[in-house]
């Protein structure tokens, strides 16, 4: 037995002298982990938020299309660009014809990378035919109107420059109303100009995905009607992982989570027991 174990005061006095830097790399194991070695935790129930976007994809017809706006940029991307592809994987496996725009600037190459990463593994999926990504256009209200009216019109190329008239993609889309569903994938407040503009005015259906710390601010319109319904955070595209039967990064990261969770307890258990170890130590 060794001096440590049997002087527990003494051991105390050795963990209060440890290095910060050896939590900091526990941390950082707990974090990286799950990630390395696939480790993947039951994400418990799914919120009926998400269940209702899942069950409108899910009882859309074959070659019906649904569009997904990709309204933000990389800092909000570990907990939007899953949702992104997990909705991308279920509209193609459904046989849903898929249109991505871009109200964030920045949304366009993440469009172009969850299509990459989504269409793996689904076979015969082809770009302009399948699933199309339309591209940027600054002033979203003005957009949305657009589309409202003529999407041809308003987008006549694609992102990749390809006319947009002929595109197999978007026979029979005239308008945003001829769309099963439109998700809006956003860091800001465009879910409400698509609430505004979209559902008020040319009545599609709209649903929408957000971080978490946005979610309660469209609460209210899962009440009025307005969202069919709301993917919040990565919780969120865990859940839609879950659903969809596939675990990808969205399950991944919230079992990171959970594991950096538990370590920051452990330490911090473990650092008032050592406090109250300390004083109640023997004065010698």
């Known amino acids: 037995m060794s001096q440590d174990s049997a002087d527990p005061y003494r051991f105390v006095q050795r963990l209060a002298s440890l290095d910060r830097r050896w939590v900091f790399l526990a941390i950082a194991v707990a974090v990286t982990a799950p990630f390395v070695m696939k480790w993947v935790m039951p994400v418990g129930s799914v919120n009926a938020r998400t269940q209702r976007v899942f069950d409108v994809l899910q009882k859309a017809q074959p070659g019906e299309a649904v569009m997904i706006a990709f309204d933000y940029g990389p800092a909000a991307m570990p907990e939007l660009q899953p949702m992104a592809v997990a909705l991308i994987r279920h509209a193609l496996s459904r046989n849903l014809r898929v249109v991505a725009v871009a109200l964030d600037l920045q949304g366009v190459l993440l469009a172009d990378a969850a299509f990459a990463q989504a269409s793996k593994g689904i076979a015969g999926k082809e770009a302009t035919r399948d699933y199309v990504n339309l591209g940027f256009k600054p002033g979203y209200e003005l957009v949305i109107l657009g589309m409202g009216s003529n999407l041809v019109k308003t987008y006549a190329q694609d992102a990749a420059g390809h006319s947009t008239a002929g595109l197999p993609v978007l026979r029979g889309l005239a308008k945003l109303s001829d769309l099963r569903l439109v998700i809006d994938l956003a860091q800001s407040d465009t879910p409400t100009a698509w609430i505004l503009f979209g559902y008020e005015r040319f009545h599609v259906p709209l649903a929408a995905g957000v971080t978490a710390v946005m979610a309660t601010d469209f609460y ?42 538990v370590m920051v307890v452990f330490l911090v258990l473990l650092g008032n027991l050592g406090y109250m170890l300390a004083r109640r130590r023997p004065q010698s």
């Open 220 to 261: 209210p319109y899962l009440g009025t009607g307005q969202l069919t319904g709301l993917i919040s955070g990565l919780k969120g595209a865990a859940e839609y992982e879950t659903l969809l039967g596939k675990p990808d990064k969205g399950t991944l990261g919230m079992t990171s989570q959970s594991v950096a969770h």
